[in-house]
C-alpha cells in the first residue's frame, strides 16, 4: 500500500540483505517512523511491544527473527533458543507460532552450514505468500461488497474494529483487503471505524491507512455501533482475528464479541477475514481453551495524545488508585459468524465446512 504516494510494506530486508526493518507502528498516527531490527532479540522486543502487530505480520515478523538468529549462530542450541523466544512473544496469535513452526521444520534437519541462507529466503517466501493470501481474500470479499452494492444500489457502509488492514499483515490486510479491493473497482463504500480501546488500533490506526488511500471513513467510539446497526447504517461488519478454532470460533481484539451479538440481534452480516495458517486445528471450544493476553493495566488508566503544541504526550484518565483489567482479546462464537472469508473463497464457521474447504 502506499504511504505519502509511496508504497511500502510493513517490513521489508534492508539493501544489504542483513536485517529487516520495520514501521514503528507504535509511533503512528501521529509520527511515521521505521525501525532496524538487527537481532532475534530485536524482533522479539519488536513484537512483544506491539510496534508490529496483527497475527499475519507477527507470524512473518517471527519468521525473520529465526532468520536473524540463524545469521548469528546456526546450532542446533541456538535454533531452539530463538523458537522458544520468539514463541513467548505473545500467547493469543496463533499465526507466531505457525511462522516459528515453519521454520523450525525447515531448518532442524539441515547442515548447519545451510542454515543462514535458507532461513533468509524462507523468510522472505513467507512474506510474499502473505501479500498473495490477503490479495486473494480482498478479491474473494470483494464479491460480498460488490453483491451488497448491487442489491442496495447505495453506498456500502461497513464496521470494522481494531486494525486488520495491512498494518497488520505484509500488505492489503486481512478486514480491510475486500475494501481496498471494492474501492479501487469503484464501488462507493464508507468505513465505521471503532476506535478500540485501550490502545485505540482503530482510531490510530485503520483511520490512518484509510485515510491514505482515500477511503471515506469516520471513527467512532467503541460502544456506537449497536446504535448504528439498529438505525440500519451499518449493511455488514468485517473484522480480523488472531486464532480461530477448528469449529469457526473467532478470537480477536477485545470488543468484538459484542459487535457480533449487536450484529446478530440487528440482522446484519458478520464476516471475519483470515488467512488459514490462522486456524488452530487443535483447538475446537474458543471460550475455553484460547490464551487470552492480559496486558499491562497501564495501556487502560493511561492514553497518549497530540498536544496542541505538536508533541505526543501521555496522560492518566483514570482517578488514583483505580485497579485497572486489561484483557487483550475475546471469542466470538461460531454462531454469531456469517462467514469466514479466505484466501481460497468464503466458508461457513462450521466444522464440517471448514475441514472439506480449507484442508483439501
Not at 519488536?46 to 538468529?69: E, F, H, K, N, S
Not at 546450532?75 to 523450525?104: F, H, I, Q, Y
Amino acid at each position: 500500500m502506499k504511504i505519502n504516494g509511496t508504497p511500502y510494506r510493513t517490513i521489508w530486508p534492508t539493501a544489504d540483505n542483513t536485517a529487516v526493518e520495520i514501521i514503528d507502528q507504535t509511533k503512528l498516527p501521529h509520527e511515521f517512523v521505521t525501525l532496524r531490527l538487527n537481532t532475534m532479540h530485536d524482533a522479539e522486543r519488536a513484537i512483544r511491544d506491539m510496534q508490529v502487530r496483527g497475527a499475519p505480520l507477527i507470524g512473518v515478523t517471527a519468521a525473520y527473527g529465526v532468520a536473524l538468529a540463524m545469521r548469528e549462530q546456526a546450532s542446533d542450541a541456538a535454533l531452539a533458543e530463538a523458537c522458544s523466544a520468539l514463541l513467548a512473544a505473545r500467547p493469543t496469535a496463533v499465526n507466531l507460532r505457525w511462522g516459528v513452526e515453519k521454520m523450525r521444520g525447515l531448518l532442524a534437519s539441515m547442515p548447519q552450514g545451510e542454515r543462514a541462507v535458507a532461513a533468509w529466503q524462507e523468510a522472505a517466501r513467507i512474506a510474499d505468500e502473505d501479500v498473495a493470501i490477503n490479495a486473494a481474500i480482498g478479491r474473494h470479499g470483494y464479491e460480498i461488497i460488490d453483491a451488497m452494492h448491487q442489491a442496495k444500489d447505495a453506498t456500502v457502509n461497513i464496521l470494522t474494529h481494531c486494525n486488520a488492514g495491512w498494518l497488520a499483515t505484509v500488505d492489503w490486510g486481512t478486514a480491510l483487503a475486500p475494501i481496498y479491493t471494492a474501492f479501487d473497482a469503484g464501488i462507493p463504500l464508507h468505513v465505521w471505524v471503532d476506535e478500540t480501546r485501550p490502545r485505540n488500533q482503530g482510531a490510530s490506526l485503520t483511520a490512518w491507512e484509510l485515510g491514505q488511500h482515500g477511503v471515506p471513513h469516520t471513527v467512532i467510539v467503541d460502544n456506537a455501533g449497536g446504535h448504528l446497526m439498529q438505525h440500519g447504517m451499518v449493511d455488514m461488519a468485517i473484522v480480523g482475528t488472531d486464532r480461530v478454532t477448528a469449529r469457526g470460533d473467532v478470537c480477536n481484539k477485545i470488543g468484538t464479541y459484542l459487535k457480533a451479538l449487536a450484529a446478530h440481534d440487528n440482522g446484519v452480516p458478520f464476516y471475519v477475514a483470515l488467512p488459514t495458517p490462522t486456524i488452530d486445528w487443535t483447538l475446537q471450544d474458543g471460550v475455553k481453551e484460547i490464551p487470552i493476553e492480559e496486558r499491562t493495566p497501564e495501556e487502560v488508566t493511561h492514553i497518549a495524545g497530540l498536544c496542541g503544541d505538536g508533541q505526543v504526550r501521555t496522560v492518566q484518565v483514570t482517578p488514583q488508585g483505580s485497579r485497572a483489567a486489561n484483557y487483550g482479546f475475546d471469542v466470538t462464537p461460531a454462531r454469531l459468524v456469517t462467514g469466514l472469508i479466505t484466501e481460497r473463497g468464503v466458508v461457513a464457521a462450521d466444522a464440517a465446512a471448514m475441514r472439506a474447504a480449507l484442508t483439501a
